[in-house]
């Protein structure tokens, strides 16, 4: 626990707490370097890239946007969307190909296009 | 009389440095790296800045509001509380991990191979409960495809026999095995919906493990195009095992951090990890100063995230299966300051 609370806390982006998650996911797919990361999930959040790492900040944009929250106490947020749920709306948010929700949605028997229009409405 | 601080040696052992101490260890490990290297030394300002960090009572050190940077994992949890699930659920709501990674303890893509659908059924499972992205990981160890363990003759007995072609040989069957796996891994965890794939230690068996890995690197990414692939380093240097195997042209016997760099993004990876090994009998600021002054020349040229391995016995992290805070958040803190990483 020594190494992985140490980096989260001394330099990470807090994950779900903030939007790492969402940073990591450009990243990860899409190989961007930080600063671009940053910036994109920023334009797309319509936050400046210095708020992605501020838990307070990103509760009420990960609220009103429907990405999902970290559980707190023992509520877990039932009339809000679930991981998976959460997972669509990051896509469409991001303009991002997620593995899962494509797969998720093609053995629902959902087409994807739909279903983002769908979230949006 | 100076005044003294508490800091780590390389096997995280507690000792006392002056500031004058600790300058001087931060100087003779920045030379170090830049004489076997052939490359820059961390310039004053740098040193000045790491001396800061270093000669300081505090028992935890981090960077500025505003300059925090992604982490990715070499696994996150091993079945620590319940399942593998649970763990990388712990690392995504309680310890602000901005991905994760499922992994099995033995953390090898030919072990992984034989229990291939009991994985990937666990990467879907958890890719209903988890937001953050969810890579598989594991190491390509191509030692395992020698025997006794594998199918191919030891070239770690035929060398010192001087079989030379002999052990060549067989690297280059022990390549194409690896290859195998490691793409069958990575087909498996897509269909089963993983957001990316992780080779750790990439290149611990030297230059074929290396090989193998860019390999199969750029067989998954014509096989999926938006799969994310990481491959992260066991060491700061290529060996050369069989030390005649080239990819793309490029000799890879002998390759430091930012030419592994440029041929992992031409393979097709999406992030690189730069691995430098701690020397346990010298200082925690001599293997910070060393491992920083080896990777610095990647983040000139990167054209792809990079994210040093800062972990147990890399990255300047005291080789320790124990760490303590203090030493891992001031190489945390190092290493993105000083080099302005995009993870770790």
Redesign the interface.
């Known amino acids: ?17 903030a939007a ?2 969402l ?3 450009m ?8 600063r671009e ?1 940053k910036a994109y999930v920023a334009e797309r959040l319509g936050v400046s ?2 708020d992605l ?1 501020d838990p307070l900040a990103m509760e009420d944009v990960r609220r009103d946007h429907h ?2 929250r ?2 707190t106490f023992e509520m877990s947020y039932p009339s809000e969307s679930s ?2 749920e ?2 669509f709306r ?1 896509a469409d948010l991001l303009d991002l ?4 929700v494509e ?2 949605a093609r053995h629902a028997g959902v087409a994807r296009a739909a279903t983002a229009a769908d979230l949006r409405g | 009389m100076e005044n003294s601080y508490p800091t780590r040696d390389g096997d995280g052992s507690l000792v006392r440095m002056t500031r004058s101490q600790l300058r001087s260890e931060l100087e003779d490990g920045t030379q170090a790296a830049a004489a076997r290297a052939k490359v820059p030394p961390l310039t004053t300002d740098e040193l000045d800045h790491l001396l800061d960090i270093w000669a300081s009572p505090a028992r ?4 500025d ?9 070499d696994g ?1 949890g091993s079945k620590t509380v319940g399942t593998r699930t649970q763990d990388l659920l712990i ?9 994760v990674e499922l992994a099995n303890v033995d953390y090898s893509f030919k072990a992984v191979k034989t229990i291939l659908p009991h994985e990937a059924q666990n990467m ?1 499972d958890a ?7 969810v ?1 598989y990981g594991a190491m390509p160890n191509l030692g395992l495809y020698s025997q006794p363990d594998g199918p191919v003759p030891n070239w770690s007995e035929l060398l010192p026999l001087t079989k030379i072609d002999e052990a060549r040989a067989a690297q280059e069957e022990a390549i194409e095995h690896a290859v195998k796996d490691m793409v069958a891994v990575a087909d498996a965890m ?2 089963a ?4 794939i992780d080779f750790d230690t990439a290149g611990a068996a030297g230059d074929g493990d290396f090989l193998a890995t860019l390999q199969a690197v750029e067989k998954i990414r014509a096989a999926h195009p ?3 692939i ?1 491959v992260g380093m066991a060491g700061e240097f290529v060996l050369g095992v069989h030390a005649q195997l080239e990819y793309d042209g490029v000799r890879l016997a002998g390759l430091w951090p930012r030419e592994q760099m440029e041929l992992v993004r031409r393979a097709g ?3 690189f990890g730069p691995a430098v090994n701690v020397n346990t009998r010298k200082s925690g600021a001599w293997n910070i100063a060393r491992a920083l002054t080896l990777v610095k020349p990647c983040m000139h040229v ?4 990079v994210h040093m391995n ?3 016995g890399v990255g300047g ?1 005291p080789m320790s299966s ?4 203090d030493a ?2 001031r190489a ?2 190092a ?2 300051d000083i080099l302005r ?4």
Not at chain 1, 27 to 34: H, K, L, P, V, Y
Not at chain 2, 322 to 325: A, E, T
């Open positions: 626990m020594g190494m992985p609370v140490a980096h989260a806390t001394a330099s990470g982006m807090c994950g779900m707490r790492g998650d940073v990591a996911r990243q990860i797919t899409r190989g961007m370097r930080i990361a890239p210095f790492s990405l999902g970290v559980t991981a998976m959460s997972k990051i190909p997620i593995n899962c797969r998720f | 935890f050190s981090s960077v509001i505003g300059d925090e940077v992604v982490l990715t994992y996150s690392y995504e709501q309680m310890m602000g991990a901005d991905s879907k890719q209903l409960v988890l937001t953050a992205p890579m897509w269909e919906g993983a957001d990316g938006d799969m994310g990481e990876a999406t992030i990167a054209e792809i995230p800062v972990g147990m992290v124990h760490l303590p805070l891992v958040s945390s803190r290493c993105v990483l995009d993870g770790l």
